[in-house]
């Protein structure tokens, strides 16, 4: 209740901010994208993880006006960084199945992109197999609303729900993330070697691109870039960033 209470103040207190994870390309390590991730700095209780307070948020209501700030500030932010000529190539945001299913998300992103002047493709929105297999036909025309808007959209956590490849393809989807519980142990452990490989191999005659989450060393990644993955994630490359560390980030791998 008192987590509660101070959720419905965060906003107008200010207490949130955003952290920036990096995604690299796998051949390279340049960077290609950076996943916003929401924090809260709780007066009292110090920086609460969004895995108490998102699901908070959901049941109270606060996820609309919380997730419409995430939004425009990340819009925000890749202006201003556009603006101090730092290349950050595209942001991903991550979205809550509330937020999916409220009427006016695409009014809410194309509102953000216009405002801060981004062009649409450089936002991308995570979400998960959940949130589109929980009502598929209202989600291809929602997916394909937002498509239309020219943002990229991807499966966030994949492989952790139910949806089968051949099903997501009636999805417009740009992009899985395969999840970090599928990386671990590469490539020694051979039942996630068998799954990563097998998503890949399928993403690939798909045309989806894929994003290794939780990638921790170099053997994992040297592994996935063999196998044909495009994209990595994890704190081999950086743990997630405030802004202002950004610049440093950049300029160390320029
Ligand atoms: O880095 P981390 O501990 O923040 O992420 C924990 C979880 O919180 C992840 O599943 C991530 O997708 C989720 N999360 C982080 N930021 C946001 C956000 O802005 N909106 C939503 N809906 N979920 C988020
Ligand atoms: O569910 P989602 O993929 O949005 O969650 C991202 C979460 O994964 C965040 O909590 C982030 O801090 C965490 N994370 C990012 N990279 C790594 C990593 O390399 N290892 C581990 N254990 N967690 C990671
Ligand atoms: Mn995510
Ligand atoms: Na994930």
């Given at each position: 209740l008192q987590l509660e209470r101070g959720l419905r103040q965060a906003l107008e207190r200010g207490e949130f901010e955003l952290h920036f994870q990096p995604i690299v390309a796998a051949a390279t390590y340049r960077l290609e994208a950076l996943e916003v991730l929401l924090r809260w700095r709780h007066p009292e209780l110090g920086l609460v993880s969004p895995v108490r307070f998102i699901p908070l948020a959901e049941e109270t209501g606060l996820i609309r006006p919380i997730g419409d700030w995430v939004i425009r500030q990340a819009c925000r932010q890749l202006a201003e960084w556009d603006c101090l000529g730092l290349h950050v190539p595209r942001l991903a945001i991550n979205l809550s199945a509330r937020q999916f299913e409220q009427q006016g998300l695409i009014m809410q992103v194309a509102g953000a992109l216009a405002e801060a002047g981004i062009a649409a493709g450089r936002l991308e929105l995570e979400m998960t197999e959940s949130m589109v297999m929980q009502n598929p036909s209202e989600a291809v025309s929602l997916l394909g609303e937002l498509k239309a808007l020219g943002v990229r959209l991807s499966i966030d956590d994949f492989g952790t729900g139910y949806s089968s490849l051949s099903y997501?393809?009636?999805?417009?989807?740009?992009?899985?993330?395969?999840?970090?519980?599928?990386?671990?142990?590469?490539?020694?452990?051979?039942?996630?070697?068998?799954?990563?490989?097998?998503?890949?191999?399928?993403?690939?005659?798909?045309?989806?691109?894929?994003?290794?989450?939780?990638?921790?060393?170099?053997?994992?990644?040297?592994?996935?870039?063999?196998?044909?993955?495009?994209?990595?994630?994890?704190y081999l490359f950086s743990r997630p960033l405030p802004a202002a560390e950004l610049p440093a980030f950049l300029q160390q791998r320029s």
């Open positions: 997501l393809k009636r999805f417009p989807l740009d992009t899985l993330k395969i999840d970090r519980s599928f990386i671990e142990g590469l490539p020694g452990d051979g039942d996630n070697a068998a799954i990563a490989e097998a998503i890949l191999a399928m993403a690939r005659k798909l045309s989806f691109s894929v994003v290794a989450e939780g990638v921790e060393t170099e053997a994992q990644a040297a592994f996935l870039c063999a196998k044909g993955c495009q994209l990595l994630q994890g």
